[in-house]
């Protein structure tokens, strides 16, 4: 009897792919086990077991696999019914989620280089565009993976180009298959094996009299072994000894000394190894507790709404305590941008080692290991804490899910598919474990806060901060009437300078926040009122003080500084617009004594920068911390008095149906990293609309108030939570051919659902890396099921990709658009 697997290839494959494996490795395989497969001409892919079954596939004959690569599953069930959710949801394949929800590492492909042909003829007009575009690519750099080539020339199906083009002898092929995967190794020596007894020891001694040099690391080996009773590592026997490394090598090809390794991992608790008892919870946070048990009771997903500094983690730990005791493993979401070594720490203090980190900063090695922890349930990943992508981890036993800063928008992967919501994919993925949920924020998502008013989540709420601190005291500061008066100093107010003053003079810290997306930096001629261009995206470049350079923010094409305009020639050139370099440029103009720092992603890069600044802040290194929205998120700065909000009207003026729900959290946000100490903390917040409902509810922490009049909005103009939204995004670098399928793909669209489709329409930014861009939006009411509604657009695709005009005009599905 033929045996067949369906496997799930790294690549975009509407289908699995069917492999015929023999008796034998019928008797090992299992779903979840990797296998290395042969595809197409030449590639070789890391695939993994899906299904193992009997029937043959129909159109094509199976292909044996390679090899097998594991013992054991490295995916679970449970895993894989959570890919194909996603993929269901999300409108993607089962071969994206398989690639963005294992550490690379494990997705040893055959890396194939792609290098131009030296000794080829080449004959451009010979080539068809799509090949050209190919051959352009590896005309400025000689070597090319066949994902970097489909990322420059954005064709979906590059490999059939690749083709075409080795068959012409332009291009030549290169696979290499190695693990890329080295777990850090550290030596240790001991005894060799015929030394064990004494009279052989005696003898070695002996032996060796005419060998200090040896004699002396046998014996300092010794000493080592009396004094730690620890496994001994050579670079410390080295030390000891005071010996080379050629004399300990000698030892051990003698025989003397035997070389050992011991797989360390890298992410290691190092602290003592004491914890600390956890905090008993006050009368508030403990009514919430009890709420939480009641939602978890009726297995319901629960919302924490607690305002900014009440105690939310806390509350947390609890729950992680109990799953824990219950033998669980228990999974702490956040956003990538709120995951500090601050929360890490605390949690660490709690539960010491049990404690595991997640996170896209990792390299590949600390990823494996947290993988393979997890796998085996180790103790020292009981619990993890991560960002989304920490939702992939192979659980067996999940207890708890926290979702930590729920209604943050980074929580949805943008690009490149899977475009999951880390929270509801982590609801999917307590439902398959059994596990309870909680969803916490002080500002919650009008989606979670609307499931939470009509009973579907269970609801828990803390309206005060922990230790009746009081709340911030926000001002709201009109900067068309300061103009008026003359009272602005560049960016600032008279308010705000008069309270950074007062908060300098206390010895006291301040945090202004200044957000980039509204209108970045850019440099306009005062003469003719030119601004600098980037050449591959409709977009003017940003001003980059620090480097004296124009720069894109979406391809990254930069110049240096003209100094003259490129239009007129006029040297009168000045910047529009501000962003946090400018801001932090006034302020040290403003207060040449006060220590200023600057937190964007500029100043973040690298593994640690982020925390770099956040503890110079905390150990007061800094008097002023000028920052994103970066500096939003769960930091708990004790000597933080002012908060400072340089122009509200960016963030409100954003055109987006989120615009307002989004400023109030960030606002509000912002706005309780101040006083969180017994001292009452100030907010004060400028704007050229202080009148704006929006600040009206920040200022006055009336969440009730915003979600009321926002889910009237979102009901009139039929945007979720009372609606689904769809967006479908068309691409392609001719502007003609990107119109004609946008035209024709929402036509079709508006054939079969009537109503609820918008757009065509271009986005704010029109063009990126020389692609046009058109949306289209699908709105779908509530009741209409959404499968068959999904299975309706991918039946338009499939004719939209019938047709040849349109084969090459990516389609990209955004599901539940934020
Ligand atoms: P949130 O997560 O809601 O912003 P935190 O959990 O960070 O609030 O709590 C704010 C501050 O209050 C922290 O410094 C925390 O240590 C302290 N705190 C909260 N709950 C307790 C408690 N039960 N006992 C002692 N300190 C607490
Ligand atoms: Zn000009
Ligand atoms: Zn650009």
Excluded at 157 to 178: A, G
Excluded at 411 to 425: G, I, L, S, T, V
Excluded at 618 to 623: K, P, S, Y
């Amino acid at each position: 009897m033929q045996h067949f697997i369906n496997v799930i290839l790294p690549i975009p494959l509407e289908k699995l792919f069917t492999y015929s494996i023999s008796a034998s490795e019928f008797e090992i395989l299992q779903p979840g086990m990797r296998v290395a497969v042969p595809f197409g001409k030449s590639k070789i892919y890391t695939a993994l077991v899906y299904e193992i079954h009997l029937t043959p596939p129909e159109v094509y004959e199976a292909k044996e696999i390679h090899r097998i690569l594991d013992e054991y599953p490295l995916v679970n069930e449970i895993q894989l019914k959570h890919w194909r959710w996603i993929a269901d949801y999300y409108m993607c394949t089962m071969g994206e989620v398989f690639r963005s929800a294992m550490p690379s590492a494990f997705l040893l492909e055959s890396e194939t280089l792609i290098l131009r042909n030296e000794r080829g003829v080449v004959h451009e007009d010979d080539l068809k565009d799509d090949e050209f575009l190919v051959y352009e690519a590896l005309q400025h750099q000689s070597m090319l993976r066949v994902d970097e080539i489909r990322a420059i020339v954005d064709i979906k199906n590059v490999l059939p180009i690749l083709n075409r083009l080795l068959q012409k002898q332009i291009i030549i092929l290169k696979d290499e298959i190695y693990e890329r995967y080295k777990p850090k190794l550290v030596r240790y020596v001991k005894l060799g094996p015929r030394y064990t007894s004494e009279e052989k020891l005696e003898e070695l001694l002996q032996s060796l009299t005419r060998a200090p040099k040896q004699s002396q690391v046998v014996l300092s080996l010794f000493q080592l072994q009396a004094t730690t009773k620890k496994p001994v590592k050579v670079s410390d026997l080295e030390l000891i000894s005071g010996s080379s490394k050629a004399v300990i090598k000698a030892l051990i090809d003698k025989g003397v000394l035997e070389e050992y390794q011991i797989q360390t991992d890298r992410i290691s608790y190092d602290g003592t190894g004491n914890t600390f008892d956890l905090k008993a919870l006050n009368e508030f946070q403990q009514k919430a507790l009890e709420d939480i048990y009641l939602g978890f009771g009726a297995n319901k997903v629960t919302l924490l709404h607690g305002v900014t500094s009440s105690g939310k983690t806390e509350v947390y730990v609890k729950l992680i305590e109990e799953c824990i005791n219950r033998g669980k493993q228990a999974l702490y979401l956040l956003p990538e941008i709120a995951l500090t070594t601050q929360l890490i720490s605390r949690l660490q203090d709690y539960f010491g080692e049990k404690v595991s980190v997640y996170h896209s900063k990792y390299s590949i090695h600390e990823r494996v290991e947290v993988w393979n922890n997890v796998l085996a349930k180790k103790e020292k990943a009981k619990i993890v804490i991560g960002a989304r992508s920490a939702l992939f981890l192979p659980y067996s036993d999940l207890g708890l899910v926290i979702v930590d800063e729920e209604h943050e928008g980074s929580f949805k992967q943008f690009d490149p598919a899977p475009r999951y919501h880390a929270r509801d994919a982590a609801i999917v993925l307590s439902t398959l474990h059994q596990s309870n949920i909680i969803l916490g924020s002080a500002t919650p998502s009008l989606e979670s806060y609307y499931n939470a008013q009509n009973g579907k989540y269970g609801y828990a709420h803390i309206n005060r901060r922990y230790g009746n601190v009081l709340m911030p005291e926000i001002e709201l500061v009109d900067l068309k009437e300061q103009i008026r008066k003359r009272r602005m100093k560049g960016h600032f107010s008279e308010r705000l300078l008069q309270e950074i003053t007062e908060t300098l003079n206390n010895g006291e810290q301040a945090i202004l926040f200044q957000n980039r997306r509204g209108f970045a930096p850019i440099l306009e001629c005062t003469t003719c009122g030119h601004s600098p261009q980037c050449p591959n995206c409709d977009v003017s470049l940003t001003y980059h003080q620090f480097k004296k350079q124009l720069r894109c923010h979406y391809c990254g094409h930069h110049i240096a500084l003209p100094e003259r305009c490129e239009a007129c020639g006029s040297p009168s050139l000045d910047t529009k617009g501000f962003g946090t370099e400018q801001v932090e440029e006034e302020l040290k103009g403003l207060y040449p004594n006060a220590k200023i720092g600057r937190m964007d992603l500029d100043t973040t890069r690298g593994k640690y920068g982020y925390e770099k600044i956040i503890t110079a802040f905390e150990q007061q290194e800094l008097d002023i911390l000028v920052g994103t929205q970066m500096l939003t998120k769960g930091l708990d700065f004790r000597n933080v008095n002012l908060v400072g909000i340089m122009n509200a009207d960016s963030l409100l003026n954003f055109p987006d149906y989120r615009a307002h729900e989004r400023s109030f959290q960030l606002l509000t946000q912002v706005a309780g990293r101040a006083g969180r100490t017994q001292k009452r903390g100030k907010v004060i917040i400028q704007s050229y609309n202080p009148y704006h409902q929006i600040l009206k509810q920040v200022s006055t922490n009336d969440y009730e108030g915003m979600f009321k009049e926002q889910l009237y909005e979102r009901e009139q103009f039929l945007y979720p939570p009372l609606n689904r939204i769809i967006k479908i995004t068309f691409k392609h670098r001719n502007f003609n051919t990107l119109n004609d399928a946008a035209e024709w793909f929402s036509k079709s669209l508006r054939n079969v659902f009537k109503k609820g489709i918008l757009g065509p329409e271009y986005p704010p930014v029109a063009r990126i890396r020389n692609q046009y861009l058109k949306n289209v939006i699908i709105k779908i009411p509530l009741g209409q099921p959404l499968g068959k509604t999904k299975n309706s657009i991918k039946r338009i695709e499939n004719s939209f990709n019938a047709i040849s005009q349109f084969r090459s005009v990516r389609v990209i599905y955004n599901v539940d658009h934020i």
